[in-house]
């Protein structure tokens, strides 16, 4: 499907920590597409070296940055910008993790100083990537801004824990930002919200696969793939999409509104439920 529809644009991929990761997807579809990027990640997270195997792929120079740390966003966006010879035409946001949800914490029991840790690497480090890009005017005019999310920003997922609360966060700083950059740099900004995805930060959630065979029997198209999820992404920071900013977009398979699938209420059919 490789039509150059990114062709002559530059950008920067958070989040690809491995191949299931979906970053990682996107990386190989914008590259098909013929962007050139810089690929990025926590530095903790280049002790796999797996991103290596990327890099060489899709022709990327690797820039370690945590993106909660200001000084290290400074120096990621302003050497992407040289390295990569202008402005950035797009930005990936694939960034997530909440300590509660690697330690078991109930959500009626946070612990509030992970509590906060997971709330700037999940939702204020996105706020502060677009910050430094905005000061360092390294975005081009009508430039493509994504980070993805999930439905628990709107309804009740147990088990999602406090990310569902880092998700909604996220998404109203795609809104405010959005107005924002709008009016001033013509950037667009929006979020994905994606399919439960088989990936690192995926599994991680309690129960995630009945939970994954629950959302594909609801889903009218079934849920949607890492390898899907990076076509809608490159769509977005194509020219075809100019005039989406300040959106959450369901990218789910109809998930979000869909109210029962008959697979699912076959499961319920036992006329002594409710005696
Ligand atoms: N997998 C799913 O079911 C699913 C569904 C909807 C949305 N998402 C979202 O998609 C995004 C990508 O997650 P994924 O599923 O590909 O999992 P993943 O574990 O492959 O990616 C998460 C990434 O966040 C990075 N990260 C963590 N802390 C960081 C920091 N301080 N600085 C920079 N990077 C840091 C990790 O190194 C990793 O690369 C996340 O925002 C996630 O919440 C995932």
Redesign the pocket.
């Known amino acids: 499907m490789a039509n150059n529809l990114l062709k002559g644009k530059r950008g920067i991929i958070?989040?690809?920590?491995?191949e299931?990761?979906?970053?990682?997807k996107v990386a190989e579809k914008a590259h098909e597409q013929g962007a050139e990027f810089v690929l990025?990640?926590?530095p903790?997270?280049m002790r796999m070296g797996e991103i290596n195997k990327l890099g060489e792929k899709t022709g990327s120079k690797i820039i370690p940055?945590?993106?909660?740390?200001l000084e290290?966003l400074e120096k990621l966006i302003a050497e992407s910008v040289e390295i990569l010879g202008g402005k950035l035409d797009f930005i990936l946001?694939?960034?997530?993790?909440s300590i509660n949800v690697r330690k078991g914490k109930h959500y009626t029991e946070l612990d509030y100083n992970y509590l906060t840790k997971g709330w700037?690497?999940?939702a204020v480090?996105f706020h502060k990537v677009m910050s430094v890009a905005k000061k360092q005017d390294a975005m081009a005019d009508g430039g493509s801004i994504v980070?993805?999310?999930?439905?628990a920003a709107q309804r009740s997922f147990p088990g999602y824990n406090d990310?569902a609360d880092?998700?909604s966060y996220?998404e109203s700083i795609a809104r405010s930002f959005g107005y924002y950059y709008g009016k001033e740099k013509g950037v667009r900004v929006n979020t994905?919200?994606?399919?439960?995805?088989?990936?690192?930060?995926?599994?991680?959630?309690k129960g995630?696969d009945g939970f994954?065979n629950f959302c594909e029997a609801i889903s009218p198209l079934g849920n949607a793939s890492?390898d899907e999820?990076a076509d809608f992404t490159v769509m977005m920071f194509s020219d075809f999409t100019k005039k989406i900013t300040m959106q959450n977009i369901f990218h789910d398979g109809g998930f979000s509104n869909t109210g029962i699938s008959e697979e699912v209420m076959e499961g319920f059919l036992d006329k002594n439920m409710n005696k």
């Open positions: 958070f989040g690809a920590l491995d299931h990761s979906i970053a990682w990025t990640n926590a903790i997270a940055a945590d993106a909660t740390n290290d946001h694939s960034i997530g993790m700037d690497v999940s480090s980070a993805l999310s999930y439905i990310m880092n998700k996220l994905i919200s994606q399919s439960p995805t088989p990936t690192t930060a995926g599994t991680g959630i995630f994954l890492a999820c």
